[in-house]
């Protein structure tokens, strides 16, 4: 196992180096000045564009600049915002913990309702049940949820005023970041509404990030389900005479979560997609929104070292879900 | 690492908080968006300074809260030599500087915080120069304040002298700007021993009317009411940013009660606004200027008639209707009617298809094709330059102008826009920085404005004009300058290098029980006069 | 002379196999609606300009933001109001289709030409060139798609042709990914070998022998990838960094109506209903293909 794990993580060092070229690249192909920008309107003299560009290191050829940041990188140092100055992994980790609470709540609310839909619908397949939720999850999933956000706000926050509009916790409640998850904090702080407006705060967001995933993991599980009750031993165990109940519960199911949890381990870059969308049109404060923030101010720091840490979060994800897999599924380890 | 110490920050302010008054004032304002840090010595936006300088800062002088006058903020008063290159600085005693929980102050605000907060601009071997990597100070170097300041001298602890290398006569609105927020050497050194120097970004210390509490990266900002203030004292106890970078959503939280005041509505919405029984509307004229830039170095826009035809076939209104949802009015001058000086006999050109067909055969122009640059961005002058293009577009095809529209990437619009022998005229604009005509004029319509690095435009260059402004510049009279700028707009309009377009009025929506609360003609949004009715 | 029965024999199989494929197809009601309302999409896009009441980029200056005609304040001429410059709704949303159909199919165009290309070659050359083309896909999967879309838009300038290409790049490891297991699955087979043993070229091996046998998961592929493309488009007009206005792609649209959200329902409404029946549509086609094409899942 020890092996296994050490192979895939070798592996994935090539591709880091590749996701660091890309990243690196493709910023300095991106037009455009953040030097310009941060003039604005009014213009910079050649002189001080020249000494502004110095002190940015822009003046140096790009591969130096390319080692110089691989150079940092190894110490951790991922540079700093040309906007904010500050260091891009404090930003980071700022506002990281939103994103993962927004994400997580949404992957919990899709597996929550999408694998026993799924199940059921596969049980009866063909009845109305299943038809009506395999519509609904393919609506789900052709959905623009850019869209879908803002008819929710138009009618939960705009016509009945059921839900807030946008943040992450009323303005009333203030009390102390301790893990940067407002769910939890909120309980922390011990004051009573605190939680319950986190979680108004967190409703909508998360219900337009679950859509997509809450859809693929419906039909996945259905499928997965369909499959697994069409073979051998499935047959046999019910020709055995064991209760359909038990049929399902013990042998179908074990086996058609293997797939399944593979497909919500690959839903984190669906969700990292999402959360951009999303945080863009709830104002919530996380590093999807960052991210577009940063490319349009062309703050290089930032976005290469934002595209580098949210591509190795997903790989990371990507690597627990084949372990897991490999776990669940021991035949796939000696391949 | 600095990421742990803003949260221990954030965890401590909350102790401070929880001991507050239970009926504590609690104003919040929905800002448009993050503060970039809270120095405000190295950023250039509006939204900094609202969080920064205007909450937790002060200046030598200060704007009057709705004008652009100067008068005394932390220095009483300042005398001018009579060749006026010598400005003596009377400061303010007794001053107290805010305190939080690592840093408290042993004495008051003297003169060697103003020595400090200038120099470290000023010298880039200023140990505090670059004390954030990638740090550079660019608005004092854009209002040139480094080839303007000889030198400042200590004269004792409570003035200072700043001496000219030539006169200036907006100087004083100068240092009425946020970039030289008076910031504690005491503090700096405290952060210096304590190896967090970055924490005078992150934690500021000043003597304005809020005391900063807590900053959560792109949700939150919390002050509190500073009761040492050397003012009269804010009327609410704690203050609160809610950043909401869309309008609409402002709105909607405006509208739930979720705050008490906003800045930037979307002019969709302004009907609404006004119909809400909970809300009020304060509006103001805005010191900004919307424009089409012609190139007049290029034929045939380099004939004041062609331009002048151009600009007689467009349809203002219609623009200010369709672009600003009426939420403007016609510009005929580059500087807007709010500015001292503006010059109202000036006559704009009148919308006339016709003659101005006429006028471009008389120039012996026919067939012309151009190009029209809109700007990718949103700005307070220009709210939507794409729809402004389209509707030139139309007009001038009326006349027989072929428009084609074109953008970049905002950082690309600035640059080539700038780029010598530019084809096509370009949509921008300008928001004022202290009021003073010089910032219009001289910026945006000068000789030397018309090199590289210079905003300029409109590469228009005349003598008479820029040798105007340049008069006015030196002149220490207030009624010559008045009369210099008035007929440096006359010969503007004759000469007609940009079309002006509107000069946008400026709303600020926020809920019936706000009172005190002053617009300022800068843009600025400050909170030291505002309360909250029962 | 073999060729000839070889080809009419080809012919009959293939027809008798596209029985079989609209036999399994039909049968799925949903892939038939899906069907009818591509084709229909399609017609508009292609008679837009017919069946359109207004030109898309009339601005009627005194007809500015008219509500639906069934509300109180409608317009006759009117049918879905008009947006904020006064461009009629409707004509705009016809005119739409046009841009997400194109879209839709240049994308799984590039990416599909571009995709199945280099699958095939790494598939069939296998060695170290398979080893780094592999690495390449795998870095640009390792990016969320949407986000490294809008990395490269910016890098090549916000317009509907860069998002088309970016979109295309970023789908198009999935199609390689496909045709590599395709090609290494069928490579084994024996009629390839026979194929190989009869001094077939390269080239004819990968293109005339392999593919047309790893056709059934590009296709389903293909139709995943146009309606994911027609959404992300969108998202990507929706952000201002697909097409500039006053194009009236409905992501577009909704951008530019987002400020009226409170105000003109209809401005945000239409565009998103569009963009969601027509995703709709294909995604239902797409099922019905995969069913049919696919034996395993038809089967159970």
């Known amino acids: 196992m020890f092996r296994f794990i050490l192979k895939k993580l070798l592996y994935l060092v090539p591709t880091m180096i590749g996701i660091t070229l890309v990243a690196f690249g493709f910023i300095r192909l991106l037009p455009g000045d953040p030097v310009l920008l941060m003039a604005g309107e009014r213009g910079v003299s050649p002189e001080r564009y020249a000494q502004i560009a110095a002190q940015l290191g822009y003046d140096k050829p790009v591969w130096q600049q390319y080692v110089h940041?691989?150079?940092?990188?190894?110490?951790?140092?991922?540079?700093?915002?040309?906007?904010?100055?500050?260091?891009?992994?404090?930003?980071?980790?700022?506002?990281?913990?939103?994103?993962?609470?927004?994400?997580?709540?949404?992957?919990?609310?899709?597996?929550?309702?999408?694998?026993?839909?799924?199940?059921?619908?596969?049980?009866?397949?063909?009845?109305?049940?299943?038809?009506?939720?395999?519509?609904?999850?393919?609506?789900?999933?052709?959905?623009?949820?850019?869209?879908?956000?803002?008819?929710?706000?138009?009618?939960?926050?705009?016509?009945?005023?059921?839900?807030?509009?946008?943040?992450?916790?009323?303005?009333?409640?203030?009390?102390?970041?301790?893990?940067?998850?407002?769910?939890?904090?909120?309980?922390?702080?011990?004051?009573?509404?605190?939680?319950a407006s986190a979680v108004s705060h967190l409703i909508l967001p998360s219900v337009v990030l679950a859509t997509i995933p809450l859809a693929v993991i419906a039909r996945q599980t259905r499928s997965a389900m369909l499959e697994v009750m069409g073979e051998d031993y499935v047959r046999t165990a019910r020709a055995k005479g064991l209760s359909p109940r038990r049929v399902i519960a013990v042998h179908a199911l074990r086996n058609a979560m293997i797939p399944v949890i593979t497909t919500i381990?690959?839903?984190?870059?669906?969700?990292?997609?999402?959360?951009?969308?999303?945080?863009?049109?709830f104002s919530w404060p996380g590093i999807g929104k960052w991210m577009i923030d940063s490319i349009s101010r062309r703050d290089y720091p930032v976005v290469q070292s934002g595209l580098l840490l949210i591509a190795a979060i997903v790989m990371i994800v990507n690597l627990i879900v084949d372990l897991t897999y490999g776990l669940i599924n021991p035949r796939i380890r000696h391949k | 690492m600095s990421f742990f110490s803003t949260r221990m920050l954030a965890a401590s302010a909350f102790a401070l908080m929880a001991a507050a008054p239970l009926h504590a004032k609690t104003f919040v304002y929905c800002s448009e968006g993050s503060p970039e840090g809270f120095d405000a010595a190295p950023y250039t936006?509006?939204?900094?300074?609202?969080?920064?300088?205007?909450?937790?800062?002060?200046?030598?002088?200060?704007?009057?809260?709705?004008?652009?006058?100067?008068?005394?903020?932390?220095?009483?008063s300042w005398d001018v030599s009579e060749d006026g290159l010598e400005y003596t600085f009377h400061l303010r005693q007794g001053v107290k500087f805010h305190s939080n929980d690592k840093f408290t102050p042993s004495r008051d605000f003297s003169a060697d915080d103003v020595i400090f907060t200038f120099e470290r601009q000023a010298s880039a071997d200023h140990p505090w120069h670059e004390y954030i990597p990638g740090v550079t100070y660019e608005y004092y170097s854009s209002m040139e304040m480094d080839k303007l300041i000889k030198s400042i001298e200590k004269v004792d602890d409570h003035t200072v002298k700043f001496t000219l290398n030539q006169p200036e006569a907006p100087f004083l609105a100068n240092v009425a700007m946020p970039f030289v927020s008076i910031v504690s050497k005491e503090y700096a050194d405290a952060l210096e021993a304590a190896g967090t120097r970055e924490d005078l970004n992150n934690a500021p210390i000043g003597t304005g009317p809020f005391r900063f509490v807590a900053y959560q990266k792109d949700a939150v900002i919390r002050y509190q009411k500073n009761a040492d203030y050397w003012g009269e004292a804010p009327k609410i106890d704690d203050l609160v940013f809610a950043i909401?970078?869309?309008?609409?959503?402002?709105?909607?939280?405006?509208?739930?009660?979720?705050?008490?005041?906003?800045?930037?509505?979307?002019?969709?919405?302004?009907?609404?606004?006004?119909?809400?029984?909970?809300?009020?509307?304060?509006?103001?004229?805005?010191?900004?200027?919307?424009?089409?830039?012609?190139?007049?170095?290029?034929?045939?826009?380099?004939?004041?008639?062609?331009?002048?035809?151009?600009?007689?076939?467009?349809?203002?209104?219609?623009?200010?209707?369709?672009?600003?949802?009426?939420?403007?009015?016609?510009?005929?001058?580059?500087?807007?009617?709010?500015?001292?000086?503006?010059?109202?006999a000036v006559e704009d050109d009148k919308f006339d298809p016709e003659a101005a067909k006429a006028m471009l055969e008389e120039a012996g122009v026919s067939d012309l094709s151009m190009e029209i640059w809109a700007m990718p961005v949103q700005r307070p002058y220009m709210p939507n330059a794409r729809r402004a293009a389209e509707l030139i577009q139309s007009d001038f095809a009326k006349i027989g102008v072929k428009v084609e529209i074109v953008s970049y990437e905002w950082g690309e619009y600035l640059k080539k826009s700038m780029e010598e022998g530019r084809k096509g005229a370009v949509i921008l604009g300008w928001t004022g920085d202290n009021g003073d005509p010089d910032n219009f004029l001289t910026v945006l319509l000068s000789c030397a404005a018309a090199a590289p690095g210079g905003a300029n435009r409109a590469f228009w260059c005349n003598e008479e004009f820029s040798d105007l402004l340049a008069k006015a510049k030196a002149a220490s009279d207030h009624d010559e300058r008045v009369k210099l700028y008035e007929e440096a707009q006359v010969i503007f309009k004759e000469q007609a290098p940009w079309a002006t377009l509107a000069h946008s009025t400026q709303y600020v929506p926020m809920a019936k029980n706000v009172t005190g609360f002053v617009q300022s003609p800068l843009g600025d949004y400050a909170f030291d006069t505002v309360d909250l009715a029962e | 002379m073999t060729d000839t029965t070889v080809k009419i024999s080809d012919a009959a199989i293939r027809r008798r196999m596209l029985r079989e494929f609209w036999f399994y197809f039909s049968q799925n009601r949903g892939a038939v609606i899906g069907l009818v309302v591509f084709v229909l999409l399609v017609l508009t896009a292609i008679f837009a300009s017919l069946i359109a009441p207004h030109d898309p980029t009339q601005q009627y200056r005194d007809a500015l933001l008219v509500p639906p005609i069934w509300q109180d304040g409608g317009r006759a001429g009117f049918l879905l109001g008009t947006d904020a410059v006064g461009r009629d709704m409707l004509s705009r949303l016809i005119h739409g289709a046009q841009y997400s159909l194109f879209i839709g199919i240049v994308v799984v165009a590039i990416a599909l030409t571009g995709g199945i290309i280099i699958g095939l070659v790494a598939g069939f050359f296998g060695g170290w060139v398979d080893t780094v083309i592999m690495r390449v896909m795998d870095v640009v999967l390792a990016f969320p798609s949407l986000l490294l879309a809008l990395v490269l838009v910016a890098v090549l300038g916000p317009g509907l042709t860069n998002a088309m290409i970016a979109i295309a790049i970023v789908y198009q490891p999935h199609f390689a990914r496909l045709t590599r297991a395709a090609v290494m699955g069928e490579k084994a087979r024996e009629y390839v070998t026979a194929a190989k043993v009869a001094g077939a070229g390269n080239l004819r091996l990968m293109f005339k022998t392999?593919?047309?046998?790893?056709?059934?998961?590009?296709?389903?592929?293909?139709?995943?990838?146009?309606?994911?493309?027609?959404?992300?488009?969108?998202a990507l007009g929706f952000l201002g960094m697909g097409a500039q206005p006053p194009a009236s792609e409905w992501g577009t649209m909704l951008a530019e109506a987002r400020e009226f959200i409170l105000r003109a329902w209809w401005v945000v409404t239409f565009p998103g209903l569009a963009i969601l029946v027509s995703v709709l549509a294909i995604n239902l086609m797409g099922d019905g293909l995969r069913d049919a094409l696919d034996p395993k899942l038809k089967r159970s």
């Open chain 1, 69 to 195: 940041y691989l150079g940092n990188l190894l110490q951790g140092d991922l540079g700093n915002s040309l906007v904010t100055k500050k260091p891009v992994l404090d930003e980071f980790l700022a506002l990281f913990p939103a994103t993962v609470e927004l994400a997580l709540v949404a992957i919990i609310i899709a597996t929550v309702i999408g694998v026993p839909v799924g199940v059921v619908a596969a049980i009866k397949r063909g009845s109305w049940f299943d038809q009506i939720s395999m519509t609904g999850a393919l609506v789900g999933f052709s959905m623009p949820i850019f869209w879908w956000g803002l008819l929710l706000i138009i009618l939960f926050s705009g016509v009945l005023g059921w839900t807030p509009v946008s943040g992450r916790i009323s303005l009333m409640y203030f009390f102390p970041q301790v893990t940067g998850f407002m769910l939890i904090d909120s309980l922390l702080s011990g004051d009573e509404g605190a939680f």
């Open chain 1, 265 to 281: 381990g690959l839903q984190v870059g669906v969700l990292m997609a999402g959360a951009i969308l999303t945080e863009t049109i």
């Open chain 2, 45 to 76: 936006s509006g939204t900094t300074f609202d969080a920064s300088g205007h909450a937790v800062y002060n200046r030598l002088v200060q704007f009057k809260p709705g004008t652009t006058e100067i008068e005394p903020a932390l220095a009483e």
């Open chain 2, 244 to 344: 909401t970078p869309d309008a609409s959503v402002r709105l909607q939280k405006l509208k739930a009660g979720e705050c008490h005041l906003m800045p930037y509505p979307a002019p969709a919405d302004l009907e609404d606004i006004r119909a809400d029984p909970n809300l009020k509307l304060d509006e103001q004229p805005g010191l900004n200027v919307g424009y089409l830039a012609y190139n007049t170095t290029v034929a045939p826009f380099d004939n004041p008639q062609v331009r002048k035809a151009l600009n007689m076939a467009m349809d203002k209104q219609a623009l200010i209707d369709a672009v600003y949802q009426g939420n403007a009015e016609i510009a005929k001058n580059p500087i807007p009617p709010t500015m001292w000086s503006y010059n109202d």
């Open chain 3, 210 to 234: 392999i593919l047309p046998n790893c056709l059934a998961p590009l296709i389903v592929q293909a139709t995943l990838s146009f309606s994911s493309a027609v959404l992300d488009s969108a």
